[in-house]
């Protein structure tokens, strides 16, 4: 049961998450504007790219490629992470000097995890060690997701607030203020996603891996419908937003 929540939720991620970071760096194409570019790329390489990488970490691939793989994974996650960070920085606190710190900030957490790891990966020589690895660094990962969806998603839930406010006088759109409502929802999913991974890892138990890949599976889901709901679409729901907006 789990491996078969393990693959419909990676296939989801792949699919949604590069489809939709794909759709925004379009559109920052053609405004040119650095919060949809950053926003764009950190969910092409956090779902389209660190997703897979990370799990061809986990499988017995050759040992002269297994280091190549892990340092891909590390590089793509960290810059990721990094461009989340950017993009809550631009979009909701722009050219405020705290904000562009904690980017800063982040940049140089990424560096430190990407050499540390790689250091790591070049003295692996078996699979037991490979997957100690991967144990020994996964705190490094969780860290930054926590951090950077806890930021950004107060700042959602705090914009998504005063959008309400604003909309019950007519003077917010009803599309931009369900999208802060759908961002918010998606980091409390993946804040969720994180810690059950943490605690998981920490508990060690191979049962509890496997409830843990069940649930943040199912997460990465629910994460996965809130993107698409947020940046990519169907007509008709958008339609129906208006509706209820205009009835409220």
């Known amino acids: 049961m789990h491996q078969l929540v393990l693959a419909a939720s990676t296939a989801t991620v792949l699919a949604v998450w590069a489809f939709v970071g794909v759709r925004i760096l379009l559109v920052a194409r053609r405004t040119r504007g650095f919060a949809e570019f950053s926003l764009g790329l950190s969910c092409f390489l956090l779902g389209g790219l660190a997703v897979p990488t990370?799990?061809?970490?986990?499988?017995?691939?050759p040992s002269s490629i297994a280091p190549a793989i892990g340092i891909t994974s590390a590089i793509v996650t960290m810059t990721?992470?990094?461009?989340?960070?950017?993009f809550t920085a631009r979009?909701?606190?722009?050219?405020e000097r705290w904000a562009m710190a904690l980017v800063w900030a982040m940049a140089l957490y990424g560096l430190f995890y990407v050499i540390g790891n790689g250091q790591s990966w070049l003295a692996v020589e078996t699979r037991v060690d490979s997957s100690a690895l991967q144990r020994q660094w996964a705190p490094f990962t969780i860290c930054p997701a926590l951090v950077g969806f806890s930021w950004t998603g107060l700042e959602a839930a705090r914009q998504y607030r005063m959008m309400r406010r604003r909309f019950a006088l007519g003077m917010a759109d009803a599309v931009v203020t369900n999208r802060m409502l759908l961002w918010g929802l998606l980091s409390a999913v993946a804040i969720g996603?994180?810690?059950f991974a943490g605690t998981f890892l920490y508990l060690g138990s191979p049962l509890g891996r496997e409830i843990q890949q069940v649930i943040t599976g199912m997460g990465t889901i629910v994460a996965s419908v809130c993107l698409v709901l947020a940046f990519a679409p169907p007509k008709a729901y958008l339609r129906w937003v208006r509706r209820v907006g205009a009835e409220s």
């Open 193 to 195: 996603d994180a810690l």
């Open 91 to 95: 979009a909701f606190h722009f050219q």
């Open 80 to 86: 990721g992470f990094t461009l989340l960070f950017a």
């Open 54 to 61: 990370s799990a061809m970490a986990h499988l017995s691939v």
